[in-house]
């Protein structure tokens, strides 16, 4: 559990989790904070094949990802 979740509840903007599929642990945190969202908050959850935390690997994935996100608000 991280102090991130003790606040989540106050976010109402949309928001978009993206987490790196090599990264099993990250992925399952931002899946839990997208959870943890009240439920009238538009969230997004991207996660990117092939991609560690840092996302090198995929640094196209992330910038499309984030560009169809964003086109959405």
């Known amino acids: 559990n991280t102090r991130i979740l003790n606040y989540i ?3 109402t903007v949309p928001t978009l989790f993206i987490a790196g599929s090599l990264e099993k642990r990250f992925a399952q945190h931002a899946r839990d904070l ?9 969230t997004t959850m991207q996660i990117i094949e092939g991609a560690t935390h840092n996302y090198v690997e ?15 608000l």
């Open 34 to 42: 997208q959870a943890a969202l009240a439920p009238t908050t538009a």
């Open 58 to 72: 995929q640094p196209e994935a992330v910038a499309a990802t984030f560009r169809t996100w964003m086109a959405t």
């Open 9 to 11: 509840t106050r976010v």
